[in-house]
């Protein structure tokens, strides 16, 4: 509670790290707290830590997070009669796919962009007037509720993640309850990122090199996974298994790949436009989990699939 712009008491002042969370979750123990909450420094992002259905702290990571906003936003103005059928959520292409089936779901448009705020502000600019946008968000623990910033916005983000969980208290359910409850209606997903560091001239040539190679000789299965099409927004293309291309309606170009396969695995891949690495979004689905006390078991068996993954990338 002191300020200093050293952030002395965090390795990294960045809520994506769970370590920044450590002293904000020995204060909501002592207080007996229900969420802790926190932004960075220029209170963009935010991360939520909340209690599991064994009272201890559970960290929320940036795609639920994102799923839960975009849950709530769709029932709560169905549920006030807002929905004019004009609406439309923007998620990134890397965030999970389980935001298309609740927006699929409520007959609301989703829209998927590039990395970064600056490509939902361009949808929320290019419909400005047609249509409304009701909420956008990434991976990455940024979330826009409202039209009014531009950017992502933890201090309106926290008012939202507040009022849902007021919301849930007052139906007898916790924030993670309420999580559980949007997996078991549209299906368990776990979304992990591997992160793979190449410092210097050499590391920048090698992660240019991985991309190409990925384009030359793309993956063949994905931890026993059948690849259905592939997305190259590099040429603003997907190949589908048959051979067939179709061409992707995106603003620009990008250096990203993604591989989705017939299970619902999705990996993509792209180099770090601020770090010396090179990214691999990787999200797995389980068609299995029927209740809460099936997560840990799903849970587990992703984790197994992402190593199994890795291996197919050669990671």
């Known amino acids: 509670m002191v300020i200093d712009g050293n952030f002395p008491t965090v390795v990294s002042p960045n809520p994506e790290n769970a370590e920044a969370m450590t002293l904000g979750m020995k204060l909501g123990t002592r207080l007996n707290a229900d969420l802790v909450i926190a932004s960075d420094p220029d209170a963009d992002r935010l991360a939520i830590v909340c ?19 975009c849950w709530y936003i769709i029932a709560n103005k169905k549920k006030l009669g807002q929905l004019k059928g004009n609406e439309f959520l923007v998620k990134t292409i890397v965030t999970t796919e389980v935001i298309r089936k609740i927006a699929e779901k409520n007959d609301v448009e989703l829209r998927d962009c590039y990395t970064g705020f600056k490509w939902i502000a361009n949808e929320i600019r290019k419909s400005e007037g047609v249509k409304k946008y009701i909420g956008g968000g990434e991976e990455s623990f940024g979330f826009l509720p409202f039209d009014k910033v531009r950017d992502k916005d933890s201090p309106a983000s926290i008012c939202l993640i507040c009022e849902i969980a007021a919301w849930a208290k007052d139906n007898g359910k916790t924030l993670y309850d309420l999580l559980m409850d949007i ?18 001239k050499s590391g920048a040539d090698e992660i240019k090199q991985m991309m190409v190679d990925f384009r030359k000789n793309p993956p063949t299965e994905l931890g026993g996974s059948e690849i259905a099409f592939t997305r190259d927004f590099q040429s603003l293309e997907q190949t589908n298994a048959d051979g067939s291309v179709v061409k992707l309606d995106m603003p620009d170009t990008s ?3 993604q591989w989705f396969c017939t299970d619902g695995t999705k990996v993509s891949v792209r180099p770090s436009g601020t770090e010396p690495k090179i990214k691999f979004y990787v999200e797995v689905k389980d068609p299995t989990m029927r209740c809460a006390g099936c ?3 799903c849970l587990a068996g992703a984790k197994e699939k992402v190593e199994a993954i890795k291996q197919s990338l050669g990671l």
């Open 295 to 297: 997560y840990e078991r």
């Open 255 to 257: 250096n990203v790949l």
């Open 51 to 69: 209690r599991n259905a064994k009272g201890e702290w559970e960290i929320i990571n940036g795609n639920q997070t994102c799923m839960m906003f």
């Open 183 to 200: 997996y078991v209606e549209y299906g368990f997903s776990y979304e992990h990122t591997i992160n793979v560091v190449r410092p210097g």
